[in-house]
């Protein structure tokens, strides 16, 4: 069998070469020629091989004094590398759609063991993976705290801008499925409680199904915390709408602070802001003992130092508000709930200092499907902050 014979040019026949491939003492300014055919391709993979810290097929110049080893796998094209100060010549890196949606997953269970659970991946892969991101972009994404991370200031701006990207390619896969994958409609289901369902579900949900008209929305209505969570936990919901914080096995997605504030009969002698320690012998409306949002409430007087008097014990949401108009006692109730259910009929008044509560999406921490996703992403982008009555 006759063996090819590569042709050299005539610049390189006077370089000094090593039977490793490589070549020393070409010139920094230089230009390389190119090599046509199948050897070139030959020589790049062997380039790559022999220089892992550049890509195959690039040519770096060395620094003026440096001699720097060109292998034959970097003959082969004329652009050259882009310079990084700290690591030395390097190529420009894209990350990868893997590597963002590590990063983001990262972000949103704020430790690398969470988020490899959430992604179903080892621990060490992500860890690898985030950290090659780091080293490729030439900054630091994460700050490790123990056995957690933060985001740093450039991680922060990086996440979000990966945010982007990754709806963007999802919003491309459903380019030609209006409905879906197949055609079939997708189904969501979210479970929250009935104050949340009748504020930021009757808001969220009917933008995010005009915006995907494919997806149908459940709605599934708890009242106690322990059943959302268990609806979670054994799938019968993926998305919770609730009052943070939550259970620690679930992964969160923060989308709004809402004020908490005081309502009152008609003619209350209370001050505007009422400072909290004015709760302690006042006359309550509350639920019921031995439910969730009592147990949550005296866990909160507790904290104050406080003892309200309960004046009225129901669980119904318009109970309250027959109980506050009729005097028998004030309510603690979100602003914007309390705007539409009282209108002028009972006293508003904010807290001093003001006391907000987040709300956020929380979901078991396993992969999401890709209407869950963008629900979140809809939700995050969409919902907004409430801020205390000046």
């Known amino acids: ?71 034959f796998g970097q003959l082969f094209t004329m652009t050259p590398l882009t310079g990084s100060t700290s690591r030395g010549y390097r190529p420009v890196m894209t990350p990868t759609l893997a590597q963002l949606r590590y990063l983001v997953a990262v972000a949103d269970c704020g430790s690398i063991t969470g988020a490899a659970a959430s992604v179903f991946v080892a621990q060490s892969a992500l860890s690898r993976a985030v950290q090659a991101m780091e080293r ?18 450039e991680g922060t701006r990086v996440v979000r801008l990966a945010r982007t990207v990754l709806d963007a390619v999802d919003a491309i896969d459903d380019i030609g499925t209006p409905n879906g994958k197949g055609g079939r409609a997708t189904t969501l289901t979210l479970v929250t409680t009935p104050t949340l369902a009748l504020d930021l579900a009757s808001e969220l949900v009917p933008a995010y199904t005009a915006r995907h008209p494919g997806v149908h929305v459940r709605l599934h209505q708890h009242d106690g915390r322990e059943s959302l969570v268990q609806e979670l936990l054994d799938g ?22 809402r004020e908490v504030v005081l309502v009152s009969p008609a003619g209350s002698r209370l001050p505007d802001p009422v400072p909290f320690r004015m709760l302690d012998g006042l006359p309550m409306v509350l639920p019921t003992p031995g439910t969730g949002r009592r147990t949550e409430m005296e866990a909160m007087f507790s904290c104050l130092g406080v003892r309200p008097v309960p004046a009225f014990e129901v669980d119904e949401r318009l109970a309250w508000v027959t109980g506050v108009t009729d005097g028998r006692g004030s309510l603690i109730w979100y602003r914007d709930v309390v705007l539409r259910a009282f209108g002028s009929r009972a006293e508003i008044r904010s807290f001093t200092p003001p006391l907000l509560r987040p709300v956020g999406i929380a979901h078991a921490r396993r992969p999401l499907t890709r209407a869950a996703r963008a629900f979140i992403a809809h939700a995050r982008h969409n919902a907004p902050v409430r801020e205390p009555a000046r």
């Open 1 to 71: 069998m006759r063996s090819k014979v590569l042709h050299v040019p005539e610049c390189y026949r006077r370089l000094p070469c090593r039977f490793d491939g490589t070549v020393r003492g070409a010139s920094p300014g230089r230009r390389p020629a190119v090599f046509p055919g199948r050897a070139g391709a030959a020589g790049a993979r062997a380039g790559a091989r022999r220089e892992p810290g550049l890509m195959p097929g690039r040519y770096a110049s060395a620094p003026p004094g440096h001699a720097h080893p060109v292998t």
């Open 236 to 257: 019968t919901s993926e998305l919770a709408l609730v009052d943070l914080p939550v259970d620690k096995e679930l992964s969160t997605h923060h989308i709004q602070e």
């Open 136 to 153: 490729d972009l030439g900054i630091e994404l994460l700050a490790r705290r123990g056995r957690g991370v933060d985001l740093t200031p």
